[in-house]
């Protein structure tokens, strides 16, 4: 019988999944693969959520108007260059759709945040994966990948599922050299969880370069990932055609409302930031002492490695049978690697007793077969 045919390029997309695992019938009661914030948002967003009633019948303010006042306040950036979406997602897939052709091409460093690709594919446009170097974004790689058919590059810094951040001077001389007419597109999901000082998100190259975009969220440093919102920020050659493809109401009255709150308290952020940074060096240290790889995270996840893919692939299966469910990362690339967001302490300390037992069971295992 005839149908309705989607295009063609969309039979190529691996669709996005949250687990490296898909068939079992267990379901983990810690799931370590999202990488949300664990503190959760600022206690004022919760009062305020008690309290709300009133406006549910209303259309959000298509604008976002007082949310893009109150961003601009925080990072000292103008509102006019700011647009809201429905998490920063959103602008992963509106940016190909608005620069991208059939054929042109996207780059980004391999196994990047899976919607890099995904929205590359959508259009038709071609991903160009470039190798990271020791876990990092390799910046001469993503230069050097640069062809007349480049039209935007993803940069996720801090990187996901890397962990690892680029200097500043590493962003300068991306931006330095990259053609004027491609767009580069900083996403800063993870930036407000950096403590390294010669760290940049990069705001300060939006109004000397036209080409730079900046993406960020509210789903992960600030607690809402249920609630979608993510902002772009960028000069108006990037902002107006986004503004012409978005959604008229595409972030809702709450979302609007609780984001502003949960900006305006600091004292919430500070006290994310001073736990995520204490968790991160704890948890990596117990892990280099169990014999694991650890990069140096400025994120809220760690992605510890072994030389052996065999022994990951077990442990992750291990883990996942003991109820607690990390992602792997062979499907985005590193089969030797997985990565697992940091949690309160008794998950932490379930997870490390849990890796303990897991290469104990293995190595059982092993000279059981020997
Ligand atoms: C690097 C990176 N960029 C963007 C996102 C999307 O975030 P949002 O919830 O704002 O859509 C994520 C989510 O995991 C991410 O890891």
């Known amino acids: 019988m005839s149908h309705p045919r989607a295009h063609a390029p969309l039979f190529q997309i691996q669709p996005f999944t949250t687990s490296g695992h898909n068939a079992s019938n267990a379901s983990p009661t810690i799931d370590l693969t999202t990488n949300e914030e664990t503190l959760g948002p600022s206690p004022r967003v919760l009062d305020a959520y008690q309290n709300f009633s009133t406006c ?3 259309y959000p303010d298509v604008t976002a108007q007082d949310l893009r ?3 601009a306040r925080q990072y000292g950036i103008p509102f006019e260059n700011l647009i809201c979406g429905n998490g920063s997602e959103e602008f992963l897939y509106a940016l190909p759709r608005a620069f ?3 054929g042109d091409e996207v780059i980004f460093s391999k196994g990047s945040f899976p919607v890099y690709k995904i929205a590359t594919q959508c ?3 071609i991903p160009v994966e470039t190798a990271p170097q020791d876990f990092r974004i390799d910046i001469e790689a993503i230069l050097k990948a640069i062809t007349p058919r480049t039209k935007l590059i993803f940069i996720d810094n801090p990187g996901n599922p890397y962990s690892t951040y ?3 001077d590493e962003i300068e001389k991306l931006i330095e050299n990259t053609p004027p007419s491609i767009v580069i597109a900083l996403d800063g999901a993870y930036s407000e969880y950096v403590t390294a000082r010669d760290f940049t998100s990069g705001l300060e190259f939006v109004k000397t370069h036209p080409n730079v975009i900046i993406l960020r969220t509210f789903s992960k440093f600030y607690g809402l990932a249920g609630l979608r919102v993510g902002w772009a920020y960028g000069s108006v050659h990037l902002i107006e055609p986004l503004l012409r493809l978005k959604a008229p109401f595409n972030v809702g009255t709450l979302a609007q409302r609780f984001a502003i709150i949960a900006l305006q308290d600091q004292e919430h952020a500070i006290k994310v930031r001073t736990t995520n940074h ?4 704890h948890l990596k240290n117990e892990l280099e002492t169990l014999g694991f790889d650890v990069p140096e995270s400025q994120c809220n996840f760690l992605s510890p490695g072994l030389v052996s893919q065999e022994k990951i692939k077990d442990l992750v299966e291990f883990l ?3 109820g607690i469910s990390v992602r792997s990362l062979a499907g985005q690339g590193f089969p030797n690697r997985f990565r697992f967001s940091l949690s309160v302490e008794e998950n932490m300390r379930t997870l490390i007793d ?7 069971h293995k190595k059982k295992a092993l000279s059981h077969c020997i």
């Open 166 to 168: 680029l200097r500043q």
């Open 320 to 322: 996942f049978h003991e």
């Open 354 to 360: 849990a890796i303990s037992n897991g290469l104990v």
């Open 278 to 281: 204490q968790r991160r060096t």
């Open 100 to 102: 991208c052709a059939f």
């Open 56 to 58: 549910l019948h209303h």
């Open 123 to 125: 259009v038709g446009a």
């Open 69 to 71: 006042k109150a961003i």
